[in-house]
């Protein structure tokens, strides 16, 4: 019975060598930690057969070794992380909150449940995510990778998953990206400010957790979730009931991640900031127009990847206003819950663009 679990797990190992480079190789966003919430870390321990426990737990190693959590080193920053870069860079440090963190997760790894599957190592009973499921997620974001180029990923059916979508659909403007080359500047502002608003209104409880997302009443939003037959509360914590209490500090990690990604240059060409410009009718910093946005199907990944690195973000820290300080500003509003009607112009400002009609593209160097 050993040498049968034993020869099982072997005929995996090439997969998960695959799996474990995949994951080395960022897709979308900062490169982010998948290591999960301690609850889903416990259900993978509890349910999962001998080989995906160990396939995770080397996979969280090879993680840490060989890419960096940069949404999470981000975040802790942005918390008032003081201590060695060392220790900001752990996404164990409990500077920002694990509910918070859990958000910043959120819009690389949505959580969703598949109606059927033919591949062996999904179980459809399960939510899927990185560290629940992670041979299943490679393979089906590798699926998704391949026929992007031919098909687009949009709400109008429940054929394609939340993962589908983020990464190549309509849902890119979860990372700061446009849904497909050629969109132009203002569509992919206008989403945006759409999910800022909407993830805002769950983070300050104006948007109660029990709302069913085709129940929003914001401009847009039920062309991407009116389908979809879930509450906000799904939406986020799909097969983590340790999180439900926590949903308004999920909605604004899921922002911070937005807000973090908009930063990228693989994600938008933002400008530097001019030295002295404020947003209009405040004194808060400007930090630059965004010049263009970048659709991600037609980039090539690993050089999409570079511009998600650490060292590109730290590069990027010299300019002021940075993303840690647009981050800080944003926790000072969050803490004293500001309405939407009190921030839009804050959030209106981080989106500036230099043109309204320039058409996304995979962006120069990046094909």
Same mark, same amino acid.
């Given at each position: 019975?050993?040498?049968?679990?034993?020869?099982?797990?072997?005929?995996?190992?090439?997969?998960?060598?695959?799996?474990?480079?995949?994951?080395?190789?960022?897709?979308?966003?900062?490169?982010?930690?998948?290591?999960?919430?301690?609850?889903?870390?416990?259900?993978?321990?509890?349910?999962?057969?001998?080989?995906q426990?160990?396939?995770?737990?080397?996979?969280?190693?090879?993680?840490?070794?060989?890419?960096h959590?940069?949404h999470?080193?981000?975040?802790?920053?942005?918390?008032?992380?003081?201590?060695?870069?060392?220790?900001?860079?752990?996404?164990?440090?409990?500077?920002?909150?694990?509910? &918070?963190?859990?958000?910043?997760?959120?819009?690389?790894? =949505?959580?969703?449940?598949?109606?059927?599957?033919?591949?062996?190592?999904?179980?459809?009973?399960?939510?899927?995510?990185?560290?629940?499921?992670?041979?299943?997620?490679?393979?089906?974001?590798?699926?998704?990778?391949?026929?992007?180029?031919?098909?687009?990923?949009?709400?109008?059916?429940?054929?394609?998953?939340?993962?589908?979508?983020s990464?190549?659909?309509?849902?890119?403007?979860?990372?700061?990206?446009?849904?497909?080359?050629?969109?132009?500047?203002?569509?992919?502002?206008?989403?945006?400010?759409?999910w800022?608003?909407?993830?805002?209104?769950?983070?300050?409880?104006?948007?109660?957790?029990?709302?069913?997302?085709?129940?929003?009443?914001?401009?847009?939003?039920?062309?991407?979730?009116?389908?979809?037959?879930?509450?906000?509360?799904?939406?986020?914590?799909?097969?983590?009931?340790?999180?439900?209490?926590?949903?308004?500090?999920?909605?604004?990690?899921?922002?911070?991640?937005?807000?973090?990604?908009?930063?990228?240059?693989?994600?938008?060409?933002?400008?530097?900031?001019?030295?002295?410009?404020?947003? =209009?009718?405040?004194?808060?910093?400007? =930090?630059?127009? &965004?010049?263009?946005?970048?659709?991600?199907?037609?980039?090539?990944?690993?050089?999409?990847?570079?511009?998600?690195?650490?060292?590109?973000?730290?590069?990027?820290?010299?300019?002021?206003?940075?993303?840690?300080?647009?981050?800080? &500003?944003?926790?000072?509003?969050y803490?004293?819950?500001?309405?939407?009607?009190?921030?839009?112009?804050?959030?209106?400002?981080?989106?500036?663009?230099?043109?309204?009609?320039?058409p996304?593209?995979?962006?120069?160097?990046?094909?």
């Open positions: 019975m050993r040498m049968g679990k034993q020869a099982h797990w072997y005929l995996r190992w090439p997969l998960f060598l695959a799996y474990l480079v995949g994951i080395a190789s960022p897709a979308a966003a900062f490169q982010l930690s998948p290591s999960g919430t301690p609850l889903e870390r416990h259900q993978v321990k509890v349910n999962a057969a001998w080989y426990r160990y396939t995770t737990n080397v996979a969280s190693w090879g993680v840490y070794q060989f890419t959590p940069v999470e080193e981000i975040t802790q920053y942005i918390f008032g992380c003081d201590i060695d870069e060392e220790g900001c860079s752990d996404p164990t440090m409990e500077f920002a909150p694990n509910s &918070i963190l859990a958000g910043v997760r959120w819009n690389d790894d =949505p959580p969703f449940k598949l109606n059927s599957t033919s591949i062996p190592e999904c179980r459809a009973e399960q939510t899927v995510r990185v560290v629940t499921q992670p041979i299943c997620w490679y393979k089906l974001f590798k699926h998704a990778e391949a026929r992007s180029k031919t098909t687009f990923f949009d709400g109008k059916s429940k054929r394609w998953n939340m993962m589908y979508r990464h190549f659909g309509d849902l890119q403007f979860l990372h700061a990206m446009a849904s497909k080359d050629g969109e132009p500047a203002a569509v992919t502002r206008g989403r945006i400010l759409m800022a608003e909407f993830s805002w209104g769950v983070a300050t409880g104006q948007i109660p957790s029990a709302t069913l997302l085709a129940n929003v009443k914001i401009d847009d939003f039920e062309e991407f979730f009116g389908n979809s037959g879930q509450d906000v509360l799904t939406l986020y914590t799909l097969g983590n009931s340790a999180l439900r209490r926590n949903i308004r500090d999920m909605a604004f990690g899921s922002l911070l991640h937005l807000v973090e990604d908009s930063f990228a240059f693989g994600h938008a060409d933002r400008a530097p900031p001019v030295a002295g410009a404020t947003c =209009p009718e405040s004194e808060l910093p400007h =930090p630059g127009v &965004i010049r263009s946005f970048r659709s991600y199907t037609n980039q090539d990944h690993k050089k999409h990847g570079l511009h998600d690195s650490r060292d590109s973000y730290r590069a990027r820290l010299e300019m002021k206003p940075n993303v840690v300080d647009v981050g800080k &500003i944003l926790v000072d509003k803490d004293r819950q500001e309405p939407w009607s009190s921030v839009a112009g804050y959030f209106q400002c981080l989106f500036d663009l230099e043109n309204d009609n320039q996304a593209s995979a962006g120069d160097g990046l094909s």
